[in-house]
């Protein structure tokens, strides 16, 4: 069984595009960390300097002592802001590179198949079990992604609930303590 040049320069080609797109996708993550970063940056600064001139313009210890108070929720909820926006683009950014994934071992095993259905119609007599034997390996392999993508689903399900409860959580200690 031999491959033409066409279709090995179009499964080079579907790498190279495949490839891309991971990379744009991971880049575009970054981008928007960096950018949620900067504007937490930025935030923290501008709250820190308006808390810092409310303590200092405070006319006794008591009156400085509420004003640190009242600016812990604030900070709590953005805090909790923060972590679960991280976790958005985290998650989404998951969740792109598990479609691309699934898309590829799709293509991959539709390619797997109908090479191997060539490579059983072109091989010699008494081989059927090696065709059978590989067969099977294919089988096991789809098996598995399936099970691996199945229980990826669920950890992201599970994470992003445990996320929602940690954030109401956070949140009501916070308002516990006004």
Not at 50 to 60: Q, R, T, W
Not at 63 to 71: D, G, I, R
Not at 97 to 125: R, T
């Amino acid at each position: 069984m031999s491959i033409n040049h066409e279709q090995f320069a179009a499964a080079n080609k579907a790498t190279v595009d495949s490839l891309l797109s991971v990379a744009n996708t991971a880049l575009a993550s970054a981008e928007r960390i960096a950018a949620l970063n900067l504007n937490a940056a930025r935030s923290t600064l501008e709250d820190t300097v308006s808390g810092v001139k409310a303590v200092l313009s405070a006319k006794d210890p008591k009156e400085a002592l509420a004003v640190q108070t009242s600016l812990a929720q604030p900070a709590v909820e953005k805090a909790v802001a923060y972590s679960r926006s991280v976790y958005e683009i985290t998650s989404q950014t998951q969740q792109e590179l598990a479609k691309m994934v699934e898309a590829q071992f799709g293509d991959f095993q539709k390619s797997m198949s109908g090479m191997l259905e060539m490579a059983a119609k072109s091989a010699p007599a008494g081989s059927e079990s090696a065709v059978a034997a590989i067969q099977n390996a294919i089988a096991a392999a789809t098996s598995a992604f399936g099970n691996m993508n199945t229980v990826a689903k669920q950890f992201a399900e599970t994470a992003q609930a445990n996320i929602a409860s940690a954030t109401k959580a956070a949140t009501a200690a916070s308002k516990k303590s006004k």
